[in-house]
């Protein structure tokens, strides 16, 4: 079967004026010793074959709706209203190519335009690219844009950042010969060490990347005296990189320009877009005015067309890999325009009051289903004194393996566990509630664990 | 064909910032649950975040308009060079919806995403075959996170066999699309370009003369940006690894080769895919895209984790401790739902249909070629050489002589016709270049209609009009240069500010 290819007549039709018998004909340059087939390979099928073969085997996973799961750890299940889907999935956006021909992808260009406002704004930053590959790569490509700017010799990362996302750095920095540092956070506050910042920032620090908030949900008071504190240790040049988590901790906090950034990142797909298994995702990338020319990735600029009318193109190219090649600021060339179209239009529609009160209804839950675990008998949390946005840490006496099989039993899917990265908290696991979980599954989280 | 009939929408479309009505109504889209956040004095949010606020009418009425200032291959024939846009089925888009794919969460455990992960492991089936090689991870975002992998996994091959920074260098030829040279030095690489042949092909003595025990890895497409498949791949191929080196493939032109020869048996070490070209991915306005990579047996313990295997109990993993491993390049698994939308797509296809596939990819370009040739006047092809697969390069330096008409003219006024345009000014070892892929989803009626507009834009009467184009779409010429000199990033930015130096239009894009 043919899929998607025009009719024999038109293959025919093409042979004959090329003079050629067969389309194998077209190959009889390449050498004998390289060829090969696809035998090995099934037949072709029927779509309608092939959507129920897809069916029955996704219905395998546990989604959302039929098992609720109390999983964050840079993966936010937030409601997707359903405006969101069907304007993104229009061909008109969906199967256009990034804009390399402004005049006939205007709407693109200013749909990203408004992105770039959209997390200047949020980030209160100056300017936005529209955007990285994810947080983890966001967070790796600040961390090597300090490094160029700044020739420094050290990143200093918190211990209590994402695995994946230490992994991710250190690869990222493979080429730049610098050393990634770790500092410690609070046993008690379950925020940074502030004396062991200190002790290991350096005159030739490049960047201090704090999450806020931080891998265990908890907020970091004391980042708004992060840049103050660089230039009393004599790192006058180092960055401070703030990944801000779910962008839906901005509708509380301050963004991090507030509070003296030079770079802020997060991970934007917890708005607009689905879990999805872990992608595509949308890192979030904003910094200073200064820094603009360092920034990786697209940008999108304002301007006029012939007539003098508003218009919108790529700018700032010459950073590109498709100009400078080895010099470029980074080789990105895709990135997630279409998760950063979602992302735009789910704050659309939310708009300002919608913003904060969904963010505020995570806190106020997470807190309120924290509380109610917390009062039950070998349950703790690990951070009791702690400001949490909507993720905290969970203790228990019980093996975090023995807890999910009463959850799994309930229906559930519990908090991630983190022992085999924080076995200093005992049998620890990381739980995350939004406005998307239904009440009922908060109750038999509680039920459950009682 | 004569003028062209297409007309783009003209909307007034001010920004969502301008639009803001301030407080009105707008649905309730869940519970809110109000009370005390609980944050830091220190961090507490003082002053409204500015989003603006509209009815939800007017959200979808913004975007439905700024769509129709937009196109894609579902509105209109596409021929980016290297760009491959073909079909994006919309059956792939039923399946990536579902509950099971859409709303899984990345850590949920092996045993609830056991689709997820059989999904994961069919792929990398299908592209181990497609390509030759013995192992694939799905992980890298983009085909040039994929070259960066594999450049990793060169560097940490090297390092266990011969210690590190034995060897420091990537060769890549001159015509490489600019993602090759970027990505060998994020690992940290030197690069050292060697030049390119007359015909774009790889000129065997400059890479002898580049080749030492410094070599790490030697990066080339085949078919190369003209579209011509190199002819000495087994002899390079013996050069590399003689030097102790690698060979690696640059996937951007897989469409031509499917089913017909594959990195594998060529020679090559290590290979990336492009889903959202090859695999039908969409390409999204510019993301997201989906870069696997391939390797031989002697680098599969490098490649990132976690590795999806089938278990011989049939069911699915994803393994982590792996002690070569190079780690993580990306989060989680990497860009998920475009895996499921190229699995639907190899399934419908099969082994037969992925070789037809390729074929009628090389077949609709080669008829273009000819039918351009033979009937649009002021366009030459380079040079005769050998046969082009999947795409090709032609040069307007006739009609800029002629009627003094660029290729980005050509390109500008294609867009007046509802086209997008070919990649211009790339690859640039070609004066004035246009570089045509029509993909093998394109009719015959189209590429004679196509060849039509062409044709009527050559042979235009009065150069200016093709000179001023494009004037039906939504806006005419855009001032790139303007957008530099007077930047204005964002909506909040109250007056531009020079930032030196601007792109010229000619210099290029590519894919």
């Given amino acids: 079967m043919k899929h998607f290819l025009s009719g024999a007549d038109d293959e025919r039709a093409m042979l004959d004026a090329l003079g050629l018998k067969s389309a194998d004909d077209l190959f009889a340059d390449l050498p004998a010793g390289v060829r090969a087939s696809l035998d090995g390979l099934p037949a072709g099928r029927s779509e309608l074959d092939v959507l129920r073969e897809m069916r029955r085997m996704l219905a395998q996973n546990a989604d959302f709706e039929s098992r609720p799961h109390f999983l964050g750890a840079g993966s936010y299940h937030h409601y997707v209203p359903?405006?969101?889907?069907?304007?993104?999935?229009?061909?008109?956006?969906?199967?256009?190519?990034?804009?390399?021909?402004?005049?006939?992808?205007?709407?693109?260009?200013?749909?990203?335009?408004?992105?770039?406002?959209?997390?200047?704004?949020?980030?209160?930053?100056?300017?936005?690219?529209?955007?990285?590959?994810?947080?983890?790569?966001?967070?790796?490509?600040?961390?090597?844009?300090?490094?160029?700017?700044?020739?420094?010799?050290?990143?200093?990362?918190?211990?209590?950042?994402?695995?994946?996302?230490?992994?991710?750095?250190?690869?990222?920095?493979?080429?730049?010969?610098?050393?990634?540092?770790?500092?410690?956070?609070?046993?008690?506050?379950?925020?940074?060490?502030?004396?062991?910042?200190?002790?290991?920032?350096?005159?030739?620090?490049?960047?201090?990347?704090?999450?806020?908030?931080?891998?265990?949900?908890?907020?970091?008071?004391?980042?708004?005296?992060?840049?103050?504190?660089?230039?009393?240790?004599?790192?006058?040049?180092?960055?401070?990189?703030?990944?801000?988590?779910?962008?839906?901790?901005?509708?509380?906090?301050?963004?991090?320009?507030?509070?003296?950034?030079?770079?802020?990142?997060?991970?934007?797909?917890?708005?607009?877009?689905a879990t999805a298994f872990g992608g595509p995702y949308l890192g979030l990338f904003a910094t200073k005015w200064e820094h603009v020319r360092k920034m990786p990735g697209r940008i999108v600029g304002e301007t006029v067309d012939a007539k003098g009318e508003r218009a919108f193109c790529l700018t700032l190219s010459t950073r590109e890999q498709h100009i400078r090649r080895d010099k470029a600021t980074s080789n990105i060339c895709s990135n997630e325009a279409l998760n950063a179209l979602a992302f735009s239009i789910h704050l659309a529609l939310l708009g300002e009051r919608g913003f904060r009160e969904t963010a505020t209804t995570c806190a106020v839950r997470a807190a309120d289903l924290a509380s109610r675990l917390a009062a039950l008998p070998g349950v703790r949390l690990a951070f009791p004194e702690a400001a949490h946005f909507h993720e905290f840490v969970v203790i228990t006496d019980a093996p975090v393996a023995t807890v999910e099989a009463k959850l799994r039993a309930a229906g559930l899917r519990g908090g991630l566990d983190i022992t085999p990265w924080h076995a200093e908290l005992g049998h620890a696991s990381l739980?995350?509630?939004?406005?998307a979980h239904p009440d009922e599954a908060l109750t038999l989280a509680t039920e459950a664990l009682a | 064909m004569t003028a062209p009939r297409f007309r783009q929408a003209q909307w007034d479309t001010p920004t969502l910032f301008e639009l803001d009505a301030g407080d009105v109504t707008q649905d309730q889209l869940t519970t809110p649950v109000l009370g005390d956040a609980g944050v830091p004095a220190t961090l507490a949010r003082g002053e409204a975040v500015g989003l603006p606020t509209l009815t939800p009418l007017e959200v979808t009425r913004h975007y439905t308009r700024l769509s129709q200032k937009n196109i894609g291959v579902d509105t209109s024939f596409y021929p980016l060079g290297s760009c491959t846009m073909k079909i994006n089925p919309k059956v792939n888009d039923v399946v990536a919806t579902l509950p099971g794919s859409a709303h899984v969460h990345p850590l949920v455990g092996d045993d609830l995403s056991q689709g997820s992960l059989q999904v994961i492991h069919e792929l990398q089936e299908w592209l181990k075959q497609v390509s030759g090689m013995d192992a694939v991870t799905l992980q890298p975002a983009a085909g040039a996170q994929g070259e960066w992998t594999g450049l990793l996994i060169t560097k940490a091959y090297h390092e266990k066999r011969e210690g590190k920074g034995a060897r420091t260098e990537v060769i890549v030829p001159d015509n490489a699309h600019g993602t090759n040279p970027a990505s060998a030095a994020m690992a940290g690489f030197k690069v050292v370009t060697i030049p390119s042949d007359p015909e774009g092909g790889v000129d065997l003595e400059a890479l002898k003369a580049a080749l030492s025990e410094k070599t790490a890895a030697f990066m080339i497409t085949n078919p190369s940006t003209l579209g011509i498949f190199e002819a000495n791949i087994v002899e390079i191929a013996k050069l590399v690894h003689e030097a102790g080196a690698l060979l690696y493939y640059d996937g951007a032109n897989f469409?031509?080769?499917?089913?017909?020869?594959?990195?594998?048996?060529?020679?090559?070490?290590?290979?990336?895919?492009?889903?959202?070209?090859?695999?039908?991915?969409?390409?999204?306005?510019?993301?997201?895209?989906?870069?696997?990579?391939?390797?031989?047996?002697?680098?599969?313990?490098?490649?990132?984790?976690?590795?999806?295997?089938?278990?011989?109990?049939?069911?699915?993993?994803?393994?982590?401790?792996?002690?070569?491993?190079?780690?993580?390049?990306?989060?989680?698994?990497?860009?998920?739902?475009?895996?499921?939308?190229?699995?639907?797509?190899?399934?419908?296809?099969?082994?037969?249909?992925?070789?037809?596939?390729?074929?009628?990819?090389?077949?609709?370009?080669?008829?273009?070629?000819?039918?351009?040739?033979e009937r649009v006047p002021g366009v030459e092809l380079p040079h005769d050489g050998p046969k082009r697969l999947h795409e090709f390069v032609i040069s307007a330096t006739p009609a800029k002589k002629a009627k003094g008409i660029r290729a980005l003219d050509v390109a500008k006024r294609l867009l007046d016709y509802g086209y997008h345009a070919p990649t211009v000014y790339f690859p640039l070892i070609v004066d004035e270049a246009i570089m045509i892929e029509p993909t093998e989803t394109e009719s015959k009626r189209t590429l004679d209609r196509f060849v039509d507009a062409m044709s009527h834009i050559l042979g235009e009467e009065d150069p200016e009009v093709v000179r001023t184009a494009p004037h039906n779409t939504s806006v005419a010429r855009v001032d790139e240069v303007h957008a530099v000199k007077q930047a204005r990033l964002t909506a909040d930015m109250g007056d531009a500010i020079p930032l030196g130096e601007a792109r010229d239009p000619t210099d290029p894009n590519n894919c």
């Fill in chain 2, 255 to 373: 469409n031509a080769i499917m089913g017909i020869t594959n990195p594998g048996i060529m020679g090559f070490d290590i290979v990336h895919f492009n889903l959202h070209k090859t695999m039908t991915i969409p390409h999204g306005g510019g993301g997201p895209g989906s870069g696997p990579i391939g390797v031989k047996a002697r680098l599969e313990p490098f490649l990132p984790v976690p590795v999806v295997v089938r278990r011989d109990d049939g069911t699915f993993a994803g393994e982590y401790d792996r002690a070569d491993s190079i780690g993580k390049v990306k989060g989680f698994h990497g860009n998920f739902m475009g895996y499921i939308r190229s699995l639907v797509y190899c399934k419908m296809l099969g082994g037969d249909g992925l070789t037809d596939a390729s074929k009628r990819a090389v077949l609709n370009a080669n008829y273009l070629q000819q039918t351009i040739l």
């Fill in chain 1, 82 to 273: 359903a405006a969101v889907d069907p304007i993104i999935l229009r061909g008109e956006f969906y199967t256009s190519y990034t804009p390399y021909q402004p005049e006939i992808l205007q709407g693109m260009l200013q749909a990203m335009f408004e992105f770039q406002t959209y997390v200047a704004r949020l980030t209160q930053m100056e300017v936005a690219n529209i955007s990285m590959y994810d947080a983890p790569t966001a967070l790796a490509e600040a961390a090597m844009m300090a490094v160029r700017a700044n020739r420094g010799k050290r990143v200093l990362v918190p211990a209590n950042l994402h695995w994946e996302k230490k992994s991710v750095i250190r690869n990222y920095l493979e080429g730049l010969q610098v050393e990634v540092v770790e500092f410690a956070y609070d046993a008690h506050s379950g925020q940074l060490d502030w004396d062991d910042l200190v002790a290991k920032v350096t005159p030739d620090t490049a960047a201090v990347l704090v999450q806020n908030p931080n891998f265990f949900g908890v907020w970091e008071s004391r980042a708004p005296e992060v840049k103050a504190m660089l230039s009393a240790q004599g790192a006058t040049k180092a960055f401070f990189v703030v990944d801000v988590g779910d962008p839906f901790s901005l509708a509380l906090a301050n963004g991090p320009g507030a509070y003296g950034a030079d770079v802020a990142v997060g991970e934007g797909a917890a708005i607009g877009n």
């Fill in chain 1, 431 to 435: 739980w995350c509630v939004t406005e």
